[in-house]
């Protein structure tokens, strides 16, 4: 069974700076999908980024990007210029392919909290 | 746009009601999810379906039950409430696509007493 693991409970950094969230999986299949979901005190579950396993270029979305290194079974969040509205917690999720014949279910870390100073 | 739609907000229980969760999507996704969040873990997954008609079971889906007899609608269903279910719930939807995202509710907190 694929596991999820983040091993930072929590985090701080400053605001307009750059922090680094990690993440690391284990599974056995080489194609898959991998996630970084916020969630914000008001606990809805928000889309930040995905990784297709089968690309090699690290997915960006504004100031959020993503290093992937498949063979290290790695998936780091990369969040910059940091803004007082990114404190929430992180969770890092991976799926299998369903073209694969994988799950539909997502298998989630156990998240990191950010806070950002002012 | 509504997306996915989790009523009630808060409940409390007693030990031994039951109740239902409800759970409405309006994007015509075919695949919906229910999740139980424990405090300082992730999601879990407790039932899910591929359409209508269809379900099946997560990681954890002893002392729960869902139906889906239409796209839209996916309740979930609690009989015999213990305090071991005291937890955040979610409810899901993805399109099915390979990429497959799952659009989440803004959960429900249940607390059994």
């Known amino acids: 069974a694929q596991t999820v693991t983040q091993s930072q409970p929590e985090m701080s950094v400053q605001e307009a700076e750059t922090v680094t969230l990690s993440c690391t999986y284990d599974t056995s299949e080489s194609d898959y999908y991998l996630f970084w979901y916020k969630q914000p005190p008001s606990r809805q579950m928000i889309l930040v980024i995905r990784?297709?396993?089968?690309?090699?270029q690290n997915a960006t979305e504004n100031r959020f990007s993503v290093n992937f290194q498949k063979a290290a079974k790695s998936f780091s969040l990369k969040i910059s210029d940091s803004q007082l509205g990114d404190a929430a917690m992180y969770f890092c999720?991976?799926?299998?392919?369903?073209?694969?014949?994988?799950?539909?279910?997502?298998?989630f870390g156990k998240g990191t909290k950010l806070t950002v100073n002012p | 746009n509504a997306g996915v739609t989790q009523t009630p907000k808060f409940r409390i229980l007693k030990i031994g009601q039951s109740m239902t969760l409800q759970c409405t999507q309006d994007?015509?996704?075919?695949?919906m999810y229910w999740y139980r969040q424990d405090p300082g873990m992730g999601l879990k997954l407790i039932y899910y379906?591929?359409?209508?008609?269809?379900?099946d079971k997560g990681e954890v889906p002893n002392g729960y039950n869902v139906s889906r007899s239409t796209t839209e609608d996916f309740p979930l269903r609690l009989e015999l409430a213990a305090p071991s279910q005291t937890s955040v719930y979610f409810c899901a939807s993805s399109d099915g696509t390979a990429a497959n995202i799952q659009y989440f509710g803004a959960g429900t907190r249940l607390s059994v007493l």
């Open positions: 990784q297709e396993a089968y690309k090699q």
């Open positions: 379906s591929v359409g209508a008609g269809i379900t």
């Open positions: 999720a991976y799926r299998s392919s369903l073209s694969q014949g994988g799950s539909e279910k997502l298998v």
């Open positions: 994007m015509n996704h075919n695949y």
